[in-house]
């Protein structure tokens, strides 16, 4: 079947404009994910959705960046005022219930993102 | 606080030599521990995973990984190295608690294969 999704694939915008990154998780998870990969933090967790609520966003880096989930499907990962060391890859996960040995977490393709 | 340590940044090996990238944790409980491998422009992959019991897990593509509590590691081996191999390689913990459900990465480890 088909597998995570995300939009665009890459992005490049002039600093300080808004940007949107979408994550289309698979069909029936409903755990998902944002992670952010970049040369100088590595690959960091963002923000945990479980259906439309965020029981843990502790990984958002400031108040500029923002997620939701809406129909416990899709999620739009939105920044606010992008600064150059918004420049990474945006990674997107789901997963349906986690249980024990079934739980992996299941990767999108990523959005590039590059602010000048 | 959690942590997961990848000590090699970058390994080159011969193709149908032997490989061992190395993975170091911390975390106060038996861990959940993942590897992923990561092509270039890709996505990760999932290669192998442990949650509990046999402490010697077989993954894909012939990789295996051995958890050993008592050095805190979970070290990924495979006997002979294809050129299709050459990749980034990440060890992550999972965090599950019913607050949060989350995977701390290491940094990763470049493998390059030579013919």
């Not at chain 1, 597998?3 to 300080?16: A, D, H, R, W």
């Amino acid at each position: 079947g088909a597998g995570v999704s995300q939009s665009p694939s890459n992005k490049v915008t002039e600093k300080g404009k808004d940007v949107e990154l979408r994550c289309d998780p698979i069909s029936g998870h409903t755990a998902l994910y944002w992670y952010r990969q970049s040369l100088g933090q590595g690959l960091e967790f963002l923000i945990y959705f479980q259906g439309n609520s965020a029981p843990d966003k502790s990984g958002l880096p400031s108040d500029r960046f923002s997620a939701e989930r809406t129909g416990g499907s899709v999620s739009t990962l939105t920044i606010q005022r992008t600064q150059q060391e918004d420049s990474a890859v945006y990674l997107c996960a789901s997963t349906y219930p986690p249980t024990g040995a079934d739980y992996e977490q299941y990767f999108g393709p990523g959005t590039r993102l590059t602010v000048t | 606080a959690q942590s997961v340590t990848q000590p090699d940044i970058h390994i080159t090996v011969s193709e149908g030599a032997s490989l061992e990238l190395r993975c170091n944790y911390s975390y106060g409980a038996t861990p959940y521990l993942f590897w992923y491998v990561q092509s270039p422009g890709q996505g990760l992959q999932l290669l192998l995973k442990y949650f509990s019991g046999d402490t010697l897990v077989q993954g894909i593509k012939g990789f295996e990984a051995e958890f050993k509590r008592s050095q805190s590691s979970f070290n990924l081996r495979k006997p002979s190295v294809h050129w299709s191999d050459a990749a980034e390689y990440f060890c992550a913990v999972g965090l599950l608690s019913y607050n949060t459900d989350k995977l701390i990465f290491g940094t990763g480890t470049r493998l390059q294969v030579f013919p």
